[in-house]
T-cell receptor
Framework: AQSVSQHNHHVILSEAASLELGCNYS??????LFWYVQYPGQHLQLLLK??????LVKGIKGFEAEFIKSKFSFNLRKPSVQWSDTAEYFC???????????FGSGTQLTVLP | GAVVSQHPSWVICKSGTSVKIECRSL??????MFWYRQFPKQSLMLMAT?????????EQGVEKDKFLINHASLTLSTLTVTSAHPEDSSFYIC???????????????FGPGTRLTVL
């Protein structure tokens, strides 16, 4: 069965620092990849997704992610974080023809003002 | 667009009672909805896939008779926790899968969740 790994459980950054959150998956076939964000007390919101085409995907709020097929990775990046980016970030994978998503364990990002 | 609502947002009930949670896709039709549990500071655990007009598909280890799912229309799925016990206390989240063919194909949109506390 496929799995999704987010190795950073908690990341603490100062405002204006650059961010990169790791996401690796285990599935050899075609995948659809997602990053979701959950702000404190709010529901999951879609940040960005990759289905095909350009492996560098731009999402909302200045986030981007790069799909590297050879590394089975889909890391999330933002060049300069803000205090308002404090949230939990989840990577998710849809493997092949499966309808469901497999989620990573999440990364809590805390941005210090 | 792509808004999913859940009702209620929180519920407290006595042990042994049943609780129904509704999940609605407000501005799109969803043939497939999903139900998750999320424990504090943990990821989402898929409980079941809700299919409009047919039986739900449950993940391994999820009791079908305890967590009843009904997907009677293209915009509504319900999860009923039957004979709830304190260990069922959790945050239940639904999502709706955008229909095929559009730019949002295969994208899931999440509801705000329902906090269930069983006393």
């Amino acid at each position: 069965a496929q799995s999704v790994s987010q190795h950073n459980h908690h990341v603490i950054l100062s405002e204006a620092a650059s961010l990169e959150l790791g996401c690796n998956y285990s599935y050899g076939g075609t995948v659809n990849l997602f990053w979701y964000v959950q702000y404190p007390g709010q529901h999951l919101q879609l940040l960005l997704k990759y289905f095909s085409g350009d492996p560098l995907v731009k999402g909302i709020k200045g986030f981007e992610a790069e799909f590297i097929k050879s590394k089975f990775s889909f890391n999330l990046r933002k060049p300069s974080v803000q205090w308002s980016d404090t949230a939990e970030y989840f990577c998710a994978v849809k493997a092949g023809s499966a309808r469901q998503l497999t989620f990573g364990s999440g990364t809590q990002l805390t941005v210090l003002p | 667009g792509a808004v999913v609502s859940q009702h209620p947002s929180w519920v407290i009930c006595k042990s042994g009672t049943s609780v129904k949670i509704e999940c609605r896709s407000l501005d799109f039709q969803a043939t497939t909805m999903f139900w998750y549990r999320q424990f504090p500071k943990q990821s989402l655990m898929l409980m079941a896939t809700s299919n409009e007009g047919s039986k739900a598909t449950y993940e391994q280890g999820v009791e079908k008779d305890k967590f009843l799912i009904n997907h009677a229309s293209l915009t509504l799925s319900t999860l009923t926790v039957t004979s709830a016990h304190p260990e069922d206390s959790s945050f239940y989240i639904c999502s709706a899968r955008a229909p095929s063919g559009g730019t949002n194909t295969d994208t899931q949109y999440f509801g705000p969740g329902t906090r269930l506390t069983v006393l």
